[in-house]
């Protein structure tokens, strides 16, 4: 089922709202493939089969309709640039909807980059920035990176970061509700390699703080990156994070995955434990289902996975063991296959994320490219795509 075609990945986030109505919300960028014109949705009130156009998170360049209170009076001089999903959709248990974001403003030729929140408290009918951004990075006019670090109610600085990510929720303890976002990030040029931070929300997403480091990129060993995690909170408490794993070994990039996990909280996080997927490309996608197909008490992890050597395959892999061991991969999509109805030889598979629809049966929007180059390739097209798997 097809849910938006255009010239350039949508990075489709989704989200299983309150109403029990499915939204896809997917950015609209220009030629580049960098900027985002707008943030759209589209609205299925029958579990995927169908899809229309729902309401605009961000109707477009200069729009500051939806910033309010300090927000605004901060970014009120600036114009809006760009601003679309960079990670996934979230339903908080209070019903609050978020969505991770890279805001992009500029002034004259200088350009300010920060990592936010679209907030919304009405099920989405509107949404609202969240009231302070977590991270910037600046750039001067030649392009040329100013600062990245988080902004403290101090105005001092952390690591910089990126929310590639759905955050997650405590639930009980004595965090019962906290929200949890994991970020990512170069350092300023010359500190170490990329690193994945966690931030905390108390007051629904409204405002984020930082947390800890879940894991902390090295110079050693072939210059190892963690970058694009992806959080699930397991039945027993635990918080597991899956984290996308660079490195370059004798002149060659590599990629695999990893996971840490973290019994208090978010506050402290276990050492990165390797696991066996290899030559991976982009963002691991996790969810955790409310049942497992093996009869377990918890229920099964679900990945999402693209196989860097043939991209056009979007894979799956299940783990019946809160995470430490997985199934053999099988294929949710693929790029080449005549079903997909691409209108070009090759292609590739692109970001997605799951959602449970009903217990043991989740819904997945995820992306297609019809072409092998993602900028300026002539007539390219770039699908969100729906597809529902049954587990149990």
């Excluded at 006019?141 to 970061?161: E, F, I, K, P, Y």
Aim: glycine share 14%.
């Amino acid at each position: 089922m097809t849910v938006y075609s255009g010239p350039h990945f949508g990075f489709p986030s989704i989200i299983h709202r309150g109403s029990g109505d499915l939204a896809v919300y997917y950015n609209d960028q220009v030629a580049d493939g960098t900027v985002t014109k707008a943030l759209h949705s589209s609205i299925s009130t029958d579990r995927g089969s169908t899809w229309v156009d729902g309401e605009d998170v961000w109707a477009g360049p200069n729009s500051l309709a939806n910033t309010t209170g300090s927000t605004k009076s901060r970014w009120s001089r600036w114009n809006v640039w760009s601003t679309g999903c960079t990670g996934g959709g979230f339903r908080a248990g209070t019903g609050t909807l978020l969505l991770p974001t890279v805001l992009t403003v500029r002034s004259g030729t200088a350009y300010q980059s920060y990592a936010a929140f679209w907030r919304s408290t009405d099920d989405g009918a509107t949404w609202f920035m969240s009231a302070k951004p977590l991270f910037d990075s600046g750039y001067a006019g030649n392009g040329t990176v100013v600062r990245t670090g988080l902004q403290t109610d101090a105005g001092s600085a952390d690591d910089g970061g990126i929310p590639t990510s759905p955050p997650v929720q405590i639930v009980g303890g004595d965090h019962d509700g906290r929200l949890l976002a994991a970020l990512y990030g170069k350092k300023v040029p010359g500190e170490a390699n990329s690193s994945v931070s966690v931030l905390f929300s108390d007051d629904d997403g409204l405002t984020w703080d930082f947390l800890a480091y879940a894991a902390t990129g090295v110079a050693s060993d072939g210059g190892i990156n963690y970058t694009e995690p992806c959080m699930a909170t397991l039945d027993n408490g635990t918080i597991f994070m899956m984290l996308r794993v660079g490195a370059v070994v004798r002149g060659m990039g590599t990629e695999w995955r990893a996971y840490v996990t973290s019994s208090d909280g978010g506050a402290t996080w276990s050492a990165p434990v390797r696991l066996p997927f290899t030559g991976q490309s982009g963002r691991p996608d996790i969810l955790q289902l409310s049942v497992s197909s093996v009869g377990n008490s918890w229920g099964d992890l679900i990945h999402f996975l693209r196989p860097r050597d043939f991209e056009r395959l979007l894979l799956f892999s299940i783990s019946h063991d809160r995470g430490v061991t997985w199934t053999d991969p099988a294929v949710l999509a693929s790029a080449s296959d005549p079903a997909e109805g691409l209108p070009h030889r090759g292609g590739r598979s692109a970001y997605c994320q799951p959602v449970e629809i009903a217990p043991g049966t989740i819904g997945v929007a995820y992306g297609l490219e019809s072409t092998d180059r993602e900028i300026d390739y002539p007539g390219a097209a770039c699908f969100t795509r729906f597809k529902k798997i049954a587990i149990a």
